[in-house]
């Protein structure tokens, strides 16, 4: 991939995450200029989606962590609602597609990276000790406690984003 094409596809992925924040409808925007071309097929652009979703719940995981260090489960469950409200269209598409999949290789591609999802939900939160099926279930109870307050599309307030006690500590002793 050309530094240009890398650019042009990272433009288009931009594009398709406001679309579908914008229609929170659960379809895939194939109709957004330079998506055929851009992506090969639905897998290809589930793919992208999917990466951009499991980027954003680890940092949101990463930073919940920082600033809940006592609290591993509830920091976690909290990034989980973090990641759907920064991308509730994202997160939409891909419920509709676990749910829905327009083929067996899409099946099989949500279906393992929900199970990588749920492990690493329940290892950060410290409900797990190594990947496999335990760890899965324990990450989906972790999701489905996130889900039971998450609306689509709707942002709730974040008392975490003022400043926390080890945040406020850490710029105090860089100062």
Known sequence: M????????????????????????????????????????????IGALSLRWHTRLAGHVERRLADQPLDLEGAVALAW?????????????????????????????????????????????????APGPAAQRVGRSIELGARASYVPGRRRARPGDAPSLVRRLRAALAA
């Open 2 to 45: 050309t530094w240009k094409s890398h650019h042009r596809r990272a433009d288009v992925l931009r594009e398709v995450v406001r679309t579908v924040d914008e229609r929170l409808d659960g379809l895939l925007p194939l109709d957004v200029d330079g998506v055929t071309a851009t992506f090969g097929d639905e897998l290809d652009l």
């Open 81 to 129: 609602l973090d990641a759907a409200e920064d991308l509730p269209g994202i997160r939409v598409v891909l419920d509709h597609h676990a749910d829905q999949p327009t083929s067996p290789e899409m099946a099989s591609a949500l279906t393992v990276a929900t199970g990588k999802e749920h492990e690493m939900l329940a290892l950060m939160a410290g409900r797990a000790s």
